[in-house]
Structures are given as C-alpha cells and as structure tokens.
C-alpha cells in the first residue's frame, strides 16, 4: 500500500479501534507512537504484549483535553528524534444521559476531550507536516455524530464537531500536502460493546443492515488506505463504515 515509512501518531492508541488503528498502520511499514491516559500503569505490560506478536510501538502518556498536556507530548515526541507524518486524532470518552439528566461536568468531559483535542493534538504537528510538503490527519468521529443519539447529545455534537474542524482545516491545508479526513464508524465489537447484556447488543445488531458489529481491524483498514500515499487525492471527506445503519 505504501513503500514509504512514515512515522505516525496514533491518539487512545493502546485500546480498542486506537489499538487496531496502530496495528494497521505498523503492518503498512509504519512506524507507529501510541498515547494513553496519564498514570496507566498497564502499559508496559501491553507493549510487552503486542511485541511477543511483532508489534513495536512507542507510547507516551497524555491528557488530548488539556491543552498544555498535549503540547508538553509534541515537545517529548521532538526530544526523542521523531516526527509526526500521521496523526491520527481517536482517543474519545462517553458520559451518556439525556440532556435532562446530563450534568456540566458530563458536557464539558466529553467537548474537551473528543473537540477540544482535535485543535490541541493538530495544532503542534499541522506547521511541521505543511513545511515537509507531506502529512496526513485522519479524525476519528462515529455514525451518531452524523444522526444523533438519544443520551448522546454531549457526545453527538462533539462528533459532528469534529467534522467541521475537518472540512475547514482541509481546506486550510489543501495545497501544503497535508489531507485532512474524517472517517466515522459504526457500532464495533469492542470490549465495551460486547460487555453489554446480550439482549441489547442484539438490539444493536438487528439495526444494522449488514446483520453483525463491524470489526475494529475493518475500520482500521480504512484508515491505513487513507494514510498512504494512493489517498492523495482524497481530503476534507468524512467516510463512513457502519453497516448500511445510517447511510448520507
């Protein structure tokens, strides 16, 4: 897919769709940087994990919703000699209740670390990829950014956000090299997800056209494509994988 080795940065890269994401993109010949959340004292363990499977990634601790946090990582990233070609901005939470319900703090939680942290990862890579001549940002949103979800607006609005800032930023960038895109998943078979009660995953799973979950390795897929070097010609567009669930 791609003969050249770039270096990526993948944010939430140790768990779930991030975790595929990285996986897919070392298997492109990538070098891959993964983030997590500040205090994880299990990640030694998991690059140990994925090592015995042939995967290298380096991986650095990091608050994507706090704007010092993530400047403080480009600074670390520079320090030890790499640079940024790919970032891929997935590290994202949930606080679900109705708008009734939902307290500010749950509001805030979610704007911060699923919006905010599009401009406070991009901003310290975005001038280094536009003067190489060459980069790629792909932002990771969800179906119900695009139709919404009972309990979710926090986290509908932060994930139809998240397209905005893709299609402006593509447009600012365009002609440096650099593609901006968003791709928006479906429901996955994730550890959250299957950790529902049966009868409610089934729920799910008979809404879905297709007829099952999709797999984080799919999405990761798309996301390598997008990536490479044959992507060129494609930026500011938000593709979606769900299943036929919600089709625009």
Do not use: C
């Not at 209740?97 to 942290?117: E, F, H």
């Not at 979950?213 to 798309?222: D, K, M, R, V, Y």
Request: proline fraction near 2%.
């Amino acid at each position: 897919m791609n003969t050249t080795q770039r270096t990526a940065l993948v944010t939430g890269g140790n768990r779930g769709l991030g975790a595929a994401i990285a996986r897919a993109l070392h298997d492109a010949g990538h070098r891959v940087i993964v983030t997590h959340t500040p205090g994880n004292t299990t990640i030694g363990q998991w690059q140990q994990a994925q090592a015995t499977q042939g995967y290298t990634f380096a991986a650095y601790g990091v608050d994507v919703s706090d704007y010092e946090s993530t400047q403080e990582l480009a600074r670390r990233i520079h320090a030890d000699g790499h640079r940024i070609d790919i970032l891929v901005n997935n590290a994202g939470i949930t606080r679900d209740a109705t708008l009734r319900k939902l307290d500010k703090a749950g509001w805030d939680a979610v704007l911060r670390t699923n919006l905010d942290s599009m401009f406070n990862v991009t901003k310290p890579f975005i001038d280094p990829m536009v003067e190489r001549g060459w980069g790629r940002i792909v932002n990771i949103s969800s179906i119900n950014g695009s139709k919404g979800q009972f309990g979710q607006t926090n986290y509908s609005a932060a994930k139809a956000g998240v397209h905005g800032f893709t299609k402006a930023l593509a447009q600012e960038v365009a002609r440096k090299g650099v593609t901006v895109n968003t791709v928006s998943p479906g429901y996955l078979a994730t550890e959250m997800v299957m950790a529902v009660r049966e009868d409610v995953r089934q729920k799910i799973i008979d809404a879905i056209p297709i007829g099952r979950l999709g797999q984080p390795a799919e999405i990761a897929a798309l996301v390598a494509f997008i990536a490479s070097e044959a992507a060129a010609f494609m930026t500011g567009s938000n593709v979606a994988m769900n299943g036929g669930q919600h089709m625009y």
